[in-house]
């Protein structure tokens, strides 16, 4: 299982990185991640997904099913940045002065939309 989880890091390795600082030099603190949304939307339908957005105003839902039938489970990754001042000197430092990514809902949003690529 070890070998499997390092194989789909390096994988989309690239993809989670570019995803990720994307949503980190654009924040959007909660219920105004309308471009944060948008990103997510695109790429879930990409990936053929049964996808619902507005939810909740700036929610993102898709349906993945597996092949077999039975229970069902819940994947969520929060998208809300912080209205906290950047001060660092990344190159992909936010833009949007007093909102950060500080939280790191930026990477968990990242990762789990690459985790489904897969």
Do not use: W
């Not at 390092?6 to 219920?31: A, F, S, T, W």
């Not at 049964?50 to 994947?75: E, F, H, M, Q, S």
């Not at 660092?88 to 939280?103: D, Q, R, V, W, Y």
Request: charged share 25%.
């Amino acid at each position: 299982m070890v070998n499997k989880i390092n194989e789909l890091c390096e994988k989309y390795y690239d993809k989670i990185v570019e995803i990720r600082h994307q949503l980190h030099m654009y924040p959007e603190v909660g219920y105004e991640e309308h471009n944060t949304s948008k990103l997510v939307y695109n790429e879930l339908k990409n990936l053929n997904l049964d996808v619902k957005n507005n939810v909740a105003k700036t929610g993102v839902i898709a349906l993945l099913k597996g092949k077999y039938p039975g229970k069902t489970i819940l994947l969520r990754a929060d998208m809300d940045a912080l209205r906290v001042n950047e001060e660092t000197n990344l190159e992909f430092k936010s833009k949007i002065p007093g909102i950060m990514h500080a939280c790191g809902h930026d990477g968990h949003t990242a990762s789990l939309l690459v985790r489904l690529m897969d």
